[in-house]
C-alpha cells in the first residue's frame, strides 16, 4: 500500500501556544486528505476534509479557527492547531487518499499534549 | 444515515484461541465499501482488508479471514490461532460517497 507520514509523532506544547502537523504522502499524490482525532479509548472523529488547492470542509462542531487545515500541495497537509489548550489534548491522525486507490492511507498520528 | 456499530469493547482469549470480532452497518449508499484497520498500541493505524458491497465472497489471509452478509449487514472478522502481537484495537469502517465512518473499536488482548 502506500505511505504516508505524519510529524510529529509527539509534541508537548504550552497553553496559548500554536503546534503545526504534518501530513504527507510520499509515494502517491493525495486528491484528499482526512483529519481525525480520537480521544483515548474512543473511536476517530473526523475533523475534516480537505481537497488540494481549495478549502476545507470541516465537520459539524469543530472550529474552523482553532483548527486551521492547509493543503497547498498534493502531497501535503497541514493542521494547526491555533492557541491551544489542556482539552486539545488528544492523537490527531490524518489519511490520504489517490485517485489510484479506493482507500485511504493512514499517518502514524501525533500525539499532542498542552501543558 | 451511515453508521458502524461494533459492539464488543473488549475481548480477551488466551494464545491460540480463535476470536471473532463483529461489525455491523448502517447504510442507504448503494455502493459502498468496508474496511478493517489494526490499531496497535503505538497508535498508527493499519490496513488489513477492503471491501465493496458487490463483493460478499469471503477472505482468507493468513490466520485472517472476513465473513461478509450483506443481508445482515456484517461484517465480521476472525483470527485463528491468536498470537499475543495481535492484541490492538480493531476498528471496523464504512465508506459510503463520501467520507469514511468508524465503529468505536474492539480491543483484543491475547494472553500469553
Known amino acids: 500500500g502506500a505511505v504516508v507520514s505524519q510529524h510529529p509523532s509527539r509534541v508537548i506544547c504550552k497553553s496559548g501556544t500554536s503546534v503545526k502537523i504534518e501530513c504527507r504522502s510520499l509515494d502517491f499524490q493525495a486528491t484528499t486528505m482526512f483529519w481525525y482525532r480520537q480521544f483515548p479509548k474512543q473511536s476517530l472523529m473526523l475533523m475534516a476534509t480537505s481537497n488540494e488547492g481549495s478549502k476545507a470542509t470541516y465537520e459539524q462542531g469543530v472550529e474552523k479557527d482553532k483548527f486551521l487545515i492547509n493543503h497547498a500541495s498534493l502531497t501535503l497537509s497541514t493542521l494547526t492547531v491555533t492557541s491551544a489548550h489542556p482539552e486539545d489534548s488528544s492523537f490527531y491522525i490524518c489519511?490520504?487518499?489517490?485517485?489510484?486507490?479506493?482507500?485511504?492511507?493512514f499517518g502514524q498520528g501525533t500525539r499532542l499534549t498542552v501543558v | 444515515a451511515q453508521k458502524v456499530t461494533q459492539a464488543q469493547t473488549e475481548i480477551s482469549v488466551v494464545e491460540k484461541e480463535d476470536v471473532t470480532l463483529d461489525c455491523v452497518y448502517e447504510t442507504r449508499d448503494t455502493t459502498y465499501y468496508l474496511f478493517w484497520y489494526k490499531q496497535p498500541p503505538s497508535g498508527e493505524l493499519v490496513f488489513l482488508i477492503r471491501?465493496?458491497?458487490?463483493?460478499?465472497q469471503n477472505e482468507i489471509s493468513g490466520r485472517y479471514s472476513w465473513n461478509f452478509q450483506k443481508s445482515t449487514s456484517s461484517f465480521n472478522f476472525t483470527i485463528t490461532a491468536s498470537q499475543v502481537v495481535d492484541s490492538a484495537v480493531y476498528f471496523c469502517a464504512l465508506k459510503g460517497t463520501y467520507k469514511y465512518i468508524f465503529g468505536t473499536g474492539t480491543r483484543l488482548k491475547v494472553l500469553a
Open positions: 471491501r465493496n458491497s458487490f463483493d460478499e
Open positions: 489519511s490520504a487518499k489517490g485517485n489510484l486507490y479506493t482507500e485511504a492511507f
